[in-house]
């Protein structure tokens, strides 16, 4: 939770131009210097941790597009099913597979750019738990999205959605 | 400001109505997206966004202590203002002052992009967004939200300067400026313009925040 006085410490909008430069990922607050051995080592999977690191964050973000399409829908005056189906069945496939995407060293002490927070490595079965209740309620999302029942897709999106927030309050830098 | 007779209006009702609603609704946006009661941030900002776009073309078409052009025009007097100000020579002004002039342009400037941004900003989680998120794409939406973020960092040292601007010429220059913000009127100056608000102005100008609100609300 930030406080105000840690925005008032933002000390000129020129020192708040340069935060922007460095993108819209606040990891690198958290970051400590990028050691780059540690970056390019090989995991298990094949992968570096760059490779790694960038891959999950690519899935999460077709999840976020997604969302958003179910979300816009359900906003809009006249939803378009279609669309709110197509969007709810991308979300257990890009997430397939999540419980393997947080290595060990893939955190912020990589070096790489992640908002991935270290107490994911202190609360692994925590988080692994709260993987499952996302891909849990994201197939339901699924299931009663094909049904096409609007009022119950609403429902499903707002718990799917909650077990998103659920594990971002946790193991995901706020920025 | 000494017990004063002769009153003059400075400041219309719009004008402090809108001043103190901002002052209320400024920290009640702050609290409502930092707890993430966002149901409530967005229809504060709602209601923010009407003000300021109330404010805005009230500048145009609103009393005179109220509009941007006179405004402008004072700013050619502000080296010499400020040169009188740092010999305490100050005096009362019907209106914003040059210095004065300069806070309201970037506050509102401020304003303005907190609310236009906030229009466009969605969440991480793609589940909470403003009501023209949905013109915009994902990625967008989040470029958007972070500048939302920064700009409110913008904000907040414009207000700490205004406070302590305001607080600077009541200490320093024996200058009370929030008496007048709140009764409108000030004892120590001759009107420069009547200050009374025209009615047909008013309605026209809150028909066409009324119809923008309705606008943006049903974009979707
Ligand atoms: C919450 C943050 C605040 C914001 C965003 C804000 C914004 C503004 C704006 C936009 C104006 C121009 C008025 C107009 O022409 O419409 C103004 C004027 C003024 N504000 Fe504030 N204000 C804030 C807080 C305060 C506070 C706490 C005080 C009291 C200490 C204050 C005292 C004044 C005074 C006295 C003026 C008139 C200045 C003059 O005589 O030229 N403001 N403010
Ligand atoms: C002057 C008015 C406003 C102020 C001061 C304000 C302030 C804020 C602040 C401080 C945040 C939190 C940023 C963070 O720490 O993550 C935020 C987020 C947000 N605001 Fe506003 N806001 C304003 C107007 C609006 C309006 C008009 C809307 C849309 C109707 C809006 C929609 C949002 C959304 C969707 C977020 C969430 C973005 C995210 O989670 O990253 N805001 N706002």
Same mark, same amino acid.
């Given at each position: 939770?930030?406080?105000?006085?840690?925005?008032?410490?933002?000390?000129?909008?020129?020192?708040?131009? $340069?935060?922007?430069?460095?993108?819209?990922?606040? &990891?690198?607050?958290?970051?400590?210097?990028?050691?780059? /051995?540690?970056? &390019?080592? =090989?995991?298990?999977?094949? $992968?570096?941790?760059?490779?790694?690191?960038?891959?999950?964050?690519?899935?999460?973000?077709?999840?976020?597009?997604?969302?958003?399409?179910?979300?816009? =829908?359900?906003?809009?005056?006249?939803?378009?099913?279609?669309?709110?189906?197509?969007?709810?069945?991308?979300?257990?496939?890009?997430?397939? &597979?999540?419980?393997?995407?947080?290595?060990?060293?893939?955190?912020?002490?990589?070096?790489?750019?992640?908002?991935?927070?270290?107490?994911?490595?202190?609360?692994?079965?925590?988080?692994?738990?709260?993987?499952?209740?996302?891909?849990?309620?994201?197939?339901?999302?699924?299931?009663?999205?094909?049904?096409?029942?609007?009022?119950?897709?609403? /429902?499903?999106?707002?718990?799917?959605?909650?077990?998103?927030?659920?594990?971002?309050?946790?193991?995901?830098?706020?920025? | 400001?000494?017990?004063?007779?002769?009153?003059?209006?400075? *400041?219309?009702?719009?004008?402090?109505?809108?001043? *103190?609603?901002?002052?209320?609704?400024?920290?009640?946006?702050?609290?409502?997206?930092?707890?993430?009661?966002?149901? *409530?941030?967005?229809?504060?900002?709602?209601?923010?966004?009407?003000?300021?776009?109330?404010?805005?073309?009230?500048?145009?078409?609103?009393?005179?202590? #109220?509009?941007? +052009?006179?405004?402008?025009?004072?700013?050619?007097?502000?080296?010499?203002?400020?040169?009188?100000?740092?010999?305490?020579?100050?005096?009362?002004?019907?209106?914003?002052?040059?210095?004065?002039?300069?806070?309201?342009?970037?506050?509102?400037?401020?304003?303005?992009?907190?609310?236009?941004?906030?229009?466009?900003? +969605?969440?991480?989680?793609?589940?909470?967004?403003?009501?023209?998120?949905?013109?915009?794409?994902?990625?967008?939406?989040?470029?958007?939200?972070?500048?939302?973020?920064?700009?409110?960092?913008?904000?907040?040292?414009?207000? #700490?300067?205004?406070?302590?601007?305001?607080?600077?010429?009541?200490?320093?220059?024996?200058?009370?400026?929030?008496?007048?913000?709140?009764?409108?009127?000030?004892?120590?100056?001759?009107?420069?313009?009547?200050?009374?608000?025209?009615?047909?102005?008013?309605?026209?100008?809150?028909?066409?925040?009324?119809?923008?609100?309705?606008?943006?609300?049903?974009?979707?």
């Amino acid at each position: 939770m930030k406080i105000l006085k840690v925005k008032i410490a933002v000390p000129a909008i020129a020192a708040v131009m $340069m935060l922007t430069a460095c993108g819209d990922n606040g &990891g690198s607050e958290a970051a400590p210097e990028a050691s780059s /051995e540690a970056a &390019g080592a =090989q995991l298990p999977n094949g $992968m570096t941790i760059k490779e790694q690191i960038e891959a999950r964050q690519s899935q999460l973000e077709k999840v976020g597009d997604a969302f958003k399409a179910i979300s816009d =829908q359900l906003k809009a005056g006249t939803p378009d099913i279609a669309i709110i189906q197509e969007a709810a069945a991308v979300v257990p496939e890009a997430t397939q &597979g999540m419980a393997d995407w947080f290595p060990e060293g893939s955190g912020p002490e990589s070096g790489i750019d992640t908002d991935a927070l270290p107490a994911i490595w202190e609360n692994m079965p925590d988080f692994q738990e709260k993987v499952g209740n996302m891909q849990e309620a994201a197939a339901n999302l699924n299931t009663v999205a094909q049904g096409g029942d609007m009022a119950a897709i609403g /429902e499903a999106f707002k718990t799917t959605g909650g077990t998103c927030k659920a594990c971002h309050d946790d193991y995901r830098l706020d920025d | 400001m000494t017990a004063s007779t002769a009153q003059t209006l400075v *400041w219309d009702w719009t004008i402090r109505l809108f001043h *103190w609603l901002i002052v209320l609704l400024i920290p009640l946006l702050w609290w409502t997206a930092e707890e993430g009661m966002m149901d *409530w941030h967005r229809r504060l900002g709602l209601t923010m966004f009407a003000l300021v776009l109330f404010r805005l073309i009230w500048g145009i078409v609103g009393t005179w202590t #109220a509009r941007f +052009v006179p405004m402008i025009r004072r700013l050619g007097s502000l080296p010499a203002y400020v040169r009188d100000l740092i010999a305490r020579r100050n005096g009362p002004s019907f209106g914003h002052s040059p210095v004065g002039s300069l806070a309201v342009f970037a506050l509102l400037a401020a304003l303005s992009i907190q609310v236009g941004t906030g229009l466009f900003s +969605v969440d991480v989680d793609g589940l909470e967004s403003g009501p023209l998120a949905i013109l915009v794409s994902f990625k967008t939406g989040r470029e958007i939200a972070d500048f939302h973020e920064l700009n409110f960092d913008i904000l907040v040292v414009l207000i #700490a300067l205004h406070i302590i601007a305001v607080a600077i010429y009541r200490f320093a220059l024996k200058d009370d400026l929030v008496r007048p913000m709140v009764t409108g009127r000030r004892g120590d100056l001759e009107p420069v313009s009547t200050v009374k608000v025209n009615p047909m102005a008013l309605i026209a100008s809150v028909v066409i925040v009324a119809a923008s609100l309705y606008a943006v609300i049903n974009a979707g």
